[in-house]
């Protein structure tokens, strides 16, 4: 797995999911830009909120992880 392997794939669920990176952020309760930061591998991301994001999505952690 590359490093900008967890942004590309959280933005490519994200977006079959047709929620915006706005959307996203205010479900899981952080800042309007934090999405962006982490789709951009510019911020490392917790491990609560992964699940968060996961829950959201309706997906499972390893979905993030995997290399395409």
Partial sequence: MEFNDFGVNLA?????????AYELSLRIG???????????GKINVSLK???????????EPIELFKSE
């Fill in 12 to 20: 490519r669920i994200r977006i079959k999911s047709n929620l915006s």
């Fill in 30 to 40: 952080k800042d309007a830009s934090y999405i962006h930061k982490v789709e951009s």
């Fill in 49 to 59: 909120s992964i699940l968060k994001i996961c829950e959201v999505l309706n997906i």
